[in-house]
């Protein structure tokens, strides 16, 4: 089977750096931290939902994503139209084009995003889903919260949740 390839670059952000990636078919992943820090993740990751990949350095593919970032960090951007290459189960790309439509600035909880896909009582796993998106901040999953209106985990950490939900204008 010929190897498919992964081209990533590395960007700066307000919330530290980030592993941006994209395949032929679009953005499949953001990671927060270093390349260097995430490469075992990120392949094995990728050896599950691509089968034989090569991550290769190429920020002029992944120019348009970087440039949403950066505007969407400084203000000027609140939604994102970057194609997108979400793998996943079935359940979870459901959950992930969900979680898109949650508007800039506003939050739900699992039980919500469960609503939204005729899942209402799958609230765990809509929230197992929720922390296997593979592409935060872009499909927003920081926008969910507890249904007692708490912040509840983030792969980010709960700090890097409640920094994008202040950026975004949402009263914490």
């Known amino acids: 089977m010929p190897s498919t390839s992964i081209y990533y670059t590395e960007v700066s952000s307000p919330i530290g750096p980030l592993v941006v990636a994209a395949s032929d078919r679009g953005l499949c992943h953001i990671e927060f931290g270093r390349f260097s ?12 939902w691509f089968g034989t990949t090569e991550w290769e350095e190429s920020g002029s593919k992944l120019t348009e ?12 951007r609140s939604t994102f139209d970057v194609p997108l290459d979400l793998r996943g189960t079935p359940f979870q790309v459901k959950v992930w084009r ?22 209402e009582k799958a609230v765990r796993a809509v929230g197992g889903a929720n922390n296997k998106n593979p592409v935060p901040i872009i499909v927003p999953c920081h926008r969910v919260i507890g249904a007692d209106g708490s912040m ?21």
């Open 65 to 76: 994503a970087q440039n949403q970032l950066e505007q969407y960090f400084d203000g000027s």
């Open 37 to 48: 820090d995430n490469e075992a993740d990120l392949q094995k990751w990728s050896d599950r």
């Open 98 to 119: 969900a979680l898109t439509q949650v508007p800039y600035g506003q939050v739900c909880s699992y039980k919500d995003i469960g609503r939204a896909i005729q899942s």
């Open 152 to 172: 509840v985990g983030y792969g980010g950490g709960l700090d890097v949740k409640t920094r994008l939900l202040r950026l975004e204008g949402y009263p914490i």
